[in-house]
């Protein structure tokens, strides 16, 4: 059986594959869709701060809190 780890488990600088997207809100499902997290897609946890931290996803950096972190699976 393969271990659920979420983006804010993993250390800054390291890129994982989003596996999935872990939540019932449709709005925050969609947001990260737009910001190009969705499953197969490549992200890096470039820092971590207490309030959440801050990815690359594709060309751009987003600054996510830990509910968002929370939900994506790498």
Do not use: W
Not at 38 to 55: D, M, N
Not at 67 to 73: M, N, Q
């Amino acid at each position: 059986m393969e271990q659920i780890m979420r983006l804010n488990e993993v250390m800054a600088g390291e890129t994982h594959l989003v596996q999935d997207v872990k939540t019932d809100d449709e709005e925050m499902r969609a947001f990260l869709f737009r910001l190009g997290c969705y499953e197969g897609e490549p992200i890096t946890l470039i820092s971590k701060r207490k309030s959440g931290c801050v990815v690359a996803i594709k060309d751009g950096r987003y600054s996510l809190d830990n509910y968002l972190a929370e939900a994506i699976v790498v």
